[in-house]
């Protein structure tokens, strides 16, 4: 079965960096986009980013835009997210998503266009 295992959560200060994994097996990864979504205490699931099957496309919403970048690495079947000037208001559980889409330049921030989730890794930014 599919199965997606972030990593890389922590505790951080104000205007520092974490980088996140996302690992997925069961699946033909390179055929898949993927995306990262957040949700912070007592707010609803957010996109953070997305990302085509080989890299070439890439999509941010402007809270994260500049501070965040999204990657891939088809031979680990591993999307990271590298995360840069963290703000307390960045301190939530982030998830990886999966949806299959080919080898288009397809990418997805409809949290319910995805059809396969990890758990999440907490991320908490200290002021």
């Known amino acids: 079965q599919v199965q997606l295992v972030e990593s890389g959560g922590g505790l951080v200060q104000a205007g520092g960096s974490l980088r996140l994994s996302c690992v997925a097996s069961?699946?033909?990864?390179?055929?898949?986009?993927m995306g990262w979504f957040r949700q912070g205490p007592g707010k609803e699931r957010e996109f953070v980013a997305a990302i085509s099957w080989n890299g070439g496309t890439t999509y941010y919403p402007d809270s994260v835009k500049g501070r965040f970048t999204i990657s891939r690495d088809n031979a680990k079947n591993t999307v990271f997210l590298e995360m840069n000037n963290l703000k307390p208001e960045d301190t939530a559980v982030y998830s990886c998503?999966?949806?299959?889409?080919?080898?288009?330049?397809?990418?997805?921030?409809?949290?319910?266009?995805?059809?396969?989730w990890g758990q999440g890794t907490q991320v908490t930014v200290s002021s």
């Open positions: 998503a999966a949806r299959r889409l080919g080898r288009t330049v397809e990418i997805l921030s409809n949290e319910y266009e995805y059809n396969y």
């Open positions: 069961g699946l033909s990864f390179n055929n898949y986009g």
